[in-house]
């Protein structure tokens, strides 16, 4: 069963950049990483997706090591409203299932 | 508008009291999943379909039921709600459940379900 593990919390400052990193020992070959962010009482949205190396949108990078097994969402210059928690996602790909198991998420507070 | 709309947003209950959680998508996804959200424990997933008439379990099934009879809805049936099921309920969708498509997930609003 794939499995992610991520720091529970993390805090930073408006304008810092702030790195949040994965692992997942047991990602299947063909599995992509993806990355969430949810606010409170809300449902999680899409930030990034990736398979290898390094990827970049308007709103965060994510960088991929060679053997996979863990992953970096870097979020440049947080403000406050990037005060969420964050979730990384790997299929589980075990004979065949397409299962889906998400960390706990790592609670990122932005202060002023 | 895209979206995954869930219905009931709110509802309380007694235990026992079968309930239904409807979930509808608008953008033509083979992909429909549960997820429960209980504090400390993140998102963990009930039940997924890869289409029309194909379900699987997720990680935590135990006590419900769902069913795929149309592509753009995907029911949580809970037969007969106990304490122990009272969270927050996401359903979402993707594209496909194949390789990159499986991972991008539109969610809705949530359902928050308390039985008593």
């Known amino acids: 069963l794939a499995k992610t593990t991520q720091p529970i919390s993390m805090d930073s400052y408006e304008g810092q950049e702030v790195n949040i990193t994965c692992s997942h020992n047991n990602i299947a070959t063909n599995d992509y990483i993806t990355w969430y962010q949810q606010f409170p009482s809300q449902g999680p949205r899409f930030i990034i997706q990736g398979y290898k190396t390094k990827v970049t949108n308007e709103v965060a990078s994510l960088f991929i090591p060679a053997d996979r097994k863990s992953s970096t969402l870097s979020l440049p210059r947080v403000s406050l409203s990037d005060t969420a928690v964050y979730y990384c996602l790997v299929g589980d790909n075990d004979t065949g299932r397409r299962a889906l198991t998400f960390g706990s998420g790592t609670r990122l507070q932005v202060q002023p | 508008e895209a979206q995954v709309t869930q219905n009931p947003r709110y509802l309380i209950t007694v235990t026992g009291k079968k309930l239904t959680v409807t979930c509808s998508q608008n953008?033509?996804?083979?992909?429909m999943s549960w997820y429960r959200q209980d504090p400390g424990l993140g998102l963990r997933q009930i039940y997924y379909s890869m289409n029309v008439e194909v379900t699987d379990k997720g990680d935590v099934p135990e006590g419900y039921k769902v069913s795929r009879k149309e592509k753009r809805n995907f029911p949580l049936i809970l037969e007969s709600p106990s304490p122990n099921q009272t969270s927050l309920y996401f359903c979402?969708?993707?594209?496909?459940?194949?390789?990159?498509?499986?991972?991008?997930?539109?969610f809705g609003a949530g359902s928050r379900l308390t039985v008593l």
């Open positions: 953008m033509n996804h083979e992909y």
């Open positions: 979402a969708s993707s594209p496909t459940g194949h390789s990159s498509g499986a991972n991008v997930l539109t």
